[in-house]
């Protein structure tokens, strides 16, 4: 067990819907990355936050945004949801960016229908 | 732009047999190299992190080394069991904080 905890574990919506996901950080870790995974494939890099400031970013629409709050827990939202949304999506917590261990939580199925 | 490449998609080994993961980067500029592991429908577990400045890290039957200069890392797995199977997976620390990630490596230990 890493300590990051993520909710829910799963998740269908509609096409056109939006969606909150959480993450709760490991503790002592102020940074937390948000990944995309489709089937079969590795994770792709949606942004970063560290100490409540977006710190970096990958290539991802607007409407997908997040937050992060003074205990270093994180949300994404996803707005306007496409049927190729439906993915894994990790987050995962660290002490410094990616320049160290980089610890996933189990992470939120979502499906769109 | 940063592209991670491993081969094989996927491997089949007897149990008790060495083996190599391979993975390979098309630029050197990468902060580290993580070797993750991910059982299906799991999130992923980190193995282990090679810094920029370091040739390799081991721990247990695991070693795994980076080169930098020729753009490849390996995972080698020393006496493999059943429990080692699982999709393996290959990251690089790069520029924006990003990890470019490879499609991974499934293996299957057979007993």
């Known amino acids: 067990e890493t300590g990051v905890t993520q909710s829910p574990t799963h998740l269908i919506k509609t096409r056109g819907q939006q969606v909150t996901l959480r993450c709760s950080s490991q503790s002592g870790h102020n940074t937390v990355s948000w990944y995309q995974q489709a089937l079969g494939q590795g994770p792709q890099f949606i942004f970063q936050?560290?100490?409540?400031?977006?710190?970096g970013r990958g290539n991802f629409p607007p409407r997908f945004s997040g937050l992060q709050f003074p205990n270093y827990s994180s949300e994404l939202n996803v707005n306007a949801l496409e049927l190729d949304d439906s993915a894994l999506y990790l987050c995962?917590?660290?002490?410094?960016?990616?320049?160290?261990?980089?610890?996933f939580g189990p992470g939120t199925r979502l499906l769109v229908l | 732009k940063q592209e991670v490449t491993q081969i094989p998609a996927a491997l089949s080994v007897p149990e008790g047999e060495n083996l190599v993961l391979n993975c390979s980067f098309t630029?050197?500029?990468?902060?580290?190299l993580q070797w993750f592991r991910q059982d299906p429908g799991k999130g992923l577990t980190s193995l282990l992190l090679?810094?920029?400045?370091?040739r390799e890290q081991t721990s247990g039957r695991l070693n795994a080394s980076l080169d930098k200069s020729s753009g490849r890392s390996t995972l080698y797995i020393a006496a493999s069991q059943p429990g080692d199977s699982a999709t393996y997976l290959c990251a690089g620390g790069v520029d924006n904080n990003d990890m470019r990630f490879g499609a991974g490596t499934r293996l299957t230990v057979k007993p």
């Open positions: 090679i810094q920029s400045s370091q």
């Open positions: 630029d050197s500029a990468i902060y580290n």
């Open positions: 936050y560290y100490r409540e400031e977006e710190n």
């Open positions: 995962a917590s660290s002490s410094e960016g990616v320049r160290e261990t980089q610890y």
